[in-house]
């Protein structure tokens, strides 16, 4: 039924050029397939582990391809504390907040990071450098409290030492760019 | 299948009794006149289980089971009421109000509030759990419907009418634990989402998390402004919904009361939209004529804005077989602001179009850029809601049920019993059918009730001879059914006029309906269906019964418009649709 009021055609377009081959070769192989719906988590997966994160650009055209209701897609997205929805920072910041850590006062020195960078758990910087993310033990009680920024360790930090560490990877972030 | 239900014995309450099996505690203790306690439970909707109110005590289980969404079994035990069970039931609901919004004499829904209702009955009488209460921003972004989380219980009634009833699926609970928020994908506004703005959310929220966007506060200012001509416009179905407001039985027709009541308030024309609908009636006739002979058929009606925007969100490519008439709303604001303004010489933008809708969808509509004149001047100036009227008449002091009758006004307000039957499902077709059967034989009709149209319940479809043809017409209201219909006329399926509305019962039980007393469901088919009965009550009794037989029809066709289908009646009677983003997933 050609009426030129139909726009699918653009819609799917834009929606397989948003997530690229391998992500529709997947839906496509899923919608072959009975109930192929309740493959939206490995979806989701794919196109985090292709992404690194879900924007709603991506969530959008997953639900189109998939033809499950854009609320139900952004619902589970929303629901799983694995998806992230924000693009992650060039270097991720994991402070330990395991005992040994906490104990040594790692809630200070989350504290301090959270207010050098204005942004808190899960979140990602306005300049895309930093993404702040809480740990339960990296294994190197010995140094505790530890940071891991990228993955490179700091040992025995001190709120103090903060932003003289951030600054070290600011500058590196904007060599690299 | 095909075998007989297996019969289960239990006991509530010490009770003996024995109900099929597959039965729920809840319905199986229905039957001995116990009403369990519920909230996020609706019988027209999918289980849920996650309010946690109907809990019953079952003997042996250790814990409580939610009456709603256990099934009996043999020799089981069920307490429903016990100290401990009230207790537990009291503080859950006593949870839900420590993290609500208590401005209950603030609230719109003051009175009629589900979770008021249940707090009393519970026995809250006092708080002890104060503690973290969430805060979220209201969302006004919406022309008909407003969001305010902070009412929002998350009993996720409204995630599925949108999705079950509807089709829309444009609303699914964000986030998780005490974060959780309802709303459109991504969080979006409600203006950005695929909502169609059809208010079924507003109606099965037991609180006032979903609410209609205030209109009366510029009908006020409008009326107390001498500069103003203030004219008002009432839906068919509003006549037969508005005396419940004023504890009428449902069903009352109350047409005059209503006109009376709508000139105290300081109207200065009171019209009638049935008048609009007659034109459209005969607009469509002729639309349809046009299309037996060019196509595209079948012809899709397009009065129920809420359909016109799933249309154009989820259908587009149906767009072509939408009849491009006007609603009856929309036709007759026209008509104000044009040939009754000529007429009696006011200039139109002293005109203020006030139109009182079962319906919150039309509170978009109205602000379709397509129903503004060239100048910018908007045809209808506000939508009220019928619930929005029953406050401000209750608000005026006016005692609705005393009122002596009053008519509706000239030239305006003069219609055919075929424009009443417009606020219920299956109206339109039938409407349609009355004009287009002698448009078509040139005679007059052999008959008048096509009662074969007239069913409450959500799709029929039926064969009508009209002269030598036989007319294949569909009828659907709720969009989950409008879409089986869509889907069939996509596969190639023959049909020659399909009429849908919206809501569940058609405008009836539109989104802007009063909300119904306690202990009687929302969208209750008979409560809709005994609404419908009034209009058709007022149809039997004219004795001007077609559209094209109002005189104040006829005077507007030779006077103004120089006929069905002419120029001037395209110009001003019709209106165009387009494919709109986001589009939603069918």
Same mark, same amino acid.
């Given at each position: 039924?050609?009426?030129?009021?139909?726009?699918?055609?653009?819609?799917?377009?834009?929606?397989?050029?948003?997530?690229?081959?391998?992500?529709?070769?997947?839906?496509?192989?899923?919608?072959?397939?009975?109930?192929?719906?309740?493959?939206?988590?490995?979806?989701?997966?794919?196109?985090?582990?292709?992404?690194?994160?879900?924007?709603?650009?991506?969530?959008?055209?997953?639900?189109?391809?998939?033809?499950?209701?854009?609320?139900?897609?952004?619902?589970?997205?929303?629901?799983?504390?694995?998806?992230?929805?924000?693009?992650?920072?060039?270097?991720?910041?994991?402070?330990?907040?395991?005992?040994?850590?906490?104990?040594?006062?790692?809630?200070?020195?989350?504290?301090?990071?959270?207010?050098?960078?204005?942004?808190?758990?899960?979140?990602?910087?306005?300049?895309?450098?930093?993404?702040?993310?809480?740990?339960?033990?990296?294994?190197?009680?010995?140094?505790?409290?530890?940071?891991?920024?990228?993955?490179?360790?700091?040992?025995?930090?001190?709120?103090?030492?903060?932003?003289?560490?951030?600054?070290?990877?600011?500058?590196?972030?904007?060599?690299?760019? | 299948?095909?075998?007989?239900?297996?019969?289960?014995?239990?006991?509530?309450?010490?009770?003996?009794?024995?109900?099929?099996?597959?039965?729920?505690?809840?319905?199986?203790?229905?039957?001995?006149?116990?009403?369990?306690?519920?909230?996020?439970?609706?019988?027209?909707?999918?289980?849920?289980?996650?309010?946690?109110?109907?809990?019953?005590?079952?003997?042996?289980?250790?814990?409580?089971?939610?009456?709603?969404?256990?099934?009996?079994?043999?020799?089981?035990?069920?307490?429903?009421?016990?100290?401990?069970?009230?207790?537990?039931?009291?503080?859950?609901?006593?949870?839900?109000?420590?993290?609500?919004?208590?401005?209950?004499?603030?609230?719109?829904?003051?009175?009629?509030?589900?979770?008021?209702?249940?707090?009393?009955?519970?026995?809250?009488?006092?708080?002890?759990?104060?503690?973290?209460?969430?805060?979220?921003?209201?969302?006004?972004?919406? !022309?008909?419907?407003?969001? &305010?989380?902070?009412? *929002?219980?998350? +009993? =996720?009634? %409204?995630?599925? /009418? #949108?999705?079950?009833?509807?089709?829309?699926?444009?609303?699914?609970?964000?986030?998780?634990?005490?974060?959780?928020?309802?709303?459109?994908? !991504?969080?979006?506004?409600? &203006?950005?989402?695929? *909502?169609?703005? +059809? =208010?079924? %959310?507003?109606? /099965? #929220?037991?609180?006032?998390?979903?609410?209609?966007?205030?209109?009366?506060?510029?009908?006020?200012?409008?009326?107390?402004?001498?500069?103003? !001509?203030?004219?008002?416009?009432?839906?068919?179905?509003?006549?037969?919904?508005?005396?419940?407001?004023?504890?009428?039985?449902?069903?009352?027709?109350?047409?005059?009361?209503?006109?009376?009541?709508?000139?105290?308030?300081?109207?200065?024309?009171?019209?009638?939209?049935?008048?609009?609908?007659?034109?459209?009636?005969?607009?469509?006739?002729?639309?349809?004529?046009?299309?037996?002979?060019?196509?595209?058929?079948?012809?899709?009606?397009?009065?129920?804005?809420?359909?016109?925007?799933?249309?154009?969100?989820?259908?587009?490519?149906?767009?072509?077989?939408?009849?491009?008439?006007?609603?009856?709303?929309?036709?007759?604001?026209?008509?104000?602001?044009?040939?009754?303004?000529?007429?009696?010489?006011?200039?139109?933008?002293?005109?203020?179009?006030?139109?009182?809708?079962?319906?919150?969808?039309?509170?978009?509509?109205?602000?379709?850029?397509?129903?503004?004149?060239?100048?910018?001047?908007?045809?209808?100036?506000?939508?009220?809601?019928?619930?929005?009227?029953?406050?401000?008449?209750?608000?005026?002091?006016?005692?609705?049920?005393?009122?002596?009758?009053?008519?509706?006004?000239?030239?305006?307000?003069?219609?055919?019993?075929?424009?009443?039957?417009?606020?219920?499902?299956?109206?339109?077709?039938?409407?349609?059918?009355?004009?287009?059967?002698?448009?078509?034989?040139?005679?007059?009709?052999?008959?008048?009730?096509?009662?074969?149209?007239?069913?409450?319940?959500?799709?029929?479809?039926?064969?009508?001879?009209?002269?030598?043809?036989?007319?294949?017409?569909?009828?659907?209201?709720?969009?989950?059914?409008?879409?089986?219909?869509?889907?069939?006329?996509?596969?190639?399926?023959?049909?020659?006029?399909?009429?849908?509305?919206?809501?569940?019962?058609?405008?009836?039980?539109?989104?802007?309906?009063?909300?119904?007393?306690?202990?009687?469901?929302?969208?209750?088919?008979?409560?809709?269906?005994?609404?419908?009965?009034?209009?058709?009550?007022?149809?039997?009794?004219?004795?001007?019964?077609?559209?094209?037989?109002?005189?104040?029809?006829?005077?507007?066709?030779?006077?103004?418009?120089?006929?069905?289908?002419?120029?001037?009646?395209?110009?001003?009677?019709?209106?165009?649709?387009?494919?709109?983003?986001?589009?939603?997933?069918?």
């Amino acid at each position: 039924m050609s009426t030129g009021t139909d726009n699918w055609g653009q819609v799917e377009a834009a929606a397989k050029f948003v997530l690229g081959e391998a992500v529709v070769a997947l839906i496509e192989k899923c919608r072959r397939e009975p109930h192929g719906e309740s493959q939206l988590i490995a979806v989701l997966h794919k196109v985090q582990s292709q992404y690194g994160y879900l924007s709603e650009t991506h969530l959008d055209a997953v639900a189109q391809l998939m033809q499950v209701p854009a609320a139900t897609v952004s619902g589970v997205a929303s629901f799983y504390h694995f998806f992230r929805l924000q693009p992650r920072g060039k270097f991720v910041i994991n402070v330990c907040l395991g005992t040994a850590c906490y104990v040594k006062g790692a809630d200070r020195v989350a504290q301090k990071v959270i207010d050098e960078l204005g942004i808190t758990w899960g979140e990602t910087s306005k300049d895309g450098v930093f993404t702040l993310e809480a740990a339960r033990c990296l294994g190197t009680c010995g140094l505790a409290p530890v940071v891991m920024i990228g993955d490179e360790i700091h040992g025995d930090v001190t709120p103090d030492q903060v932003p003289a560490l951030l600054g070290k990877y600011l500058k590196k972030a904007k060599q690299r760019s | 299948m095909g075998k007989k239900k297996q019969k289960i014995s239990l006991k509530i309450d010490d009770v003996a009794i024995q109900v099929d099996a597959g039965t729920t505690i809840m319905d199986a203790a229905e039957n001995l006149g116990i009403r369990i306690p519920r909230l996020c439970y609706h019988p027209d909707l999918s289980l849920a289980g996650s309010c946690r109110v109907c809990i019953v005590d079952v003997k042996g289980m250790g814990y409580y089971l939610a009456a709603c969404s256990s099934q009996v079994w043999e020799g089981m035990e069920v307490q429903t009421n016990s100290p401990e069970i009230r207790q537990a039931r009291r503080d859950i609901v006593e949870l839900l109000c420590d993290n609500h919004n208590m401005d209950c004499q603030t609230c719109e829904r003051d009175g009629h509030c589900e979770l008021q209702n249940l707090a009393y009955s519970m026995g809250v009488r006092a708080r002890h759990f104060a503690g973290k209460r969430k805060r979220l921003p209201l969302e006004m972004s919406s !022309h008909s419907v407003v969001r &305010d989380s902070e009412k *929002c219980v998350l +009993c =996720g009634r %409204c995630v599925r /009418v #949108c999705a079950e009833i509807q089709g829309v699926h444009n609303l699914s609970q964000h986030g998780r634990g005490f974060t959780t928020v309802v709303g459109p994908a !991504h969080m979006a506004n409600m &203006d950005d989402s695929v *909502c169609i703005q +059809c =208010g079924q %959310c507003i109606n /099965v #929220c037991p609180t006032a998390a979903f609410l209609e966007k205030r209109g009366s506060s510029a009908v006020w200012e409008a009326i107390a402004n001498p500069e103003m !001509h203030v004219v008002v416009q009432t839906a068919p179905s509003i006549r037969a919904a508005i005396g419940e407001g004023f504890g009428l039985p449902p069903g009352t027709p109350a047409t005059g009361q209503m006109v009376t009541a709508l000139r105290r308030l300081g109207f200065d024309r009171v019209f009638d939209t049935d008048f609009g609908a007659d034109l459209t009636i005969i607009e469509e006739a002729h639309e349809f004529l046009t299309r037996l002979k060019e196509g595209p058929l079948p012809m899709i009606t397009s009065c129920s804005p809420g359909w016109v925007s799933f249309m154009e969100k989820f259908y587009p490519e149906l767009i072509p077989h939408a009849s491009t008439c006007r609603s009856p709303m929309s036709m007759l604001s026209v008509l104000s602001k044009t040939y009754y303004a000529e007429k009696m010489g006011i200039d139109p933008k002293k005109i203020f179009m006030v139109a009182v809708m079962p319906c919150v969808a039309k509170k978009f509509e109205a602000r379709r850029p397509e129903h503004y004149m060239a100048d910018g001047t908007p045809y209808t100036d506000t939508v009220l809601t019928t619930r929005e009227l029953i406050w401000m008449i209750k608000c005026y002091g006016i005692n609705f049920t005393a009122l002596p009758p009053g008519e509706f006004d000239a030239p305006l307000g003069l219609a055919s019993g075929a424009g009443d039957i417009f606020g219920i499902t299956g109206g339109v077709m039938e409407a349609t059918l009355r004009a287009a059967s002698e448009l078509v034989t040139g005679k007059p009709a052999d008959r008048l009730d096509f009662t074969e149209v007239r069913d409450v319940r959500g799709l029929r479809e039926t064969y009508v001879a009209i002269g030598d043809r036989s007319i294949h017409v569909g009828v659907a209201n709720g969009l989950t059914n409008a879409k089986l219909l869509l889907d069939r006329i996509k596969g190639g399926e023959e049909f020659h006029v399909i009429e849908v509305m919206a809501c569940p019962g058609g405008c009836c039980g539109g989104g802007g309906q009063p909300y119904p007393p306690e202990g009687v469901k929302v969208l209750d088919v008979d409560w809709l269906f005994r609404r419908g009965k009034a209009l058709y009550t007022i149809d039997s009794g004219k004795t001007l019964r077609k559209s094209y037989e109002n005189p104040a029809i006829e005077e507007v066709y030779s006077s103004y418009l120089g006929g069905p289908g002419t120029e001037k009646a395209h110009e001003l009677l019709h209106t165009h649709y387009q494919a709109r983003q986001p589009r939603g997933v069918r």
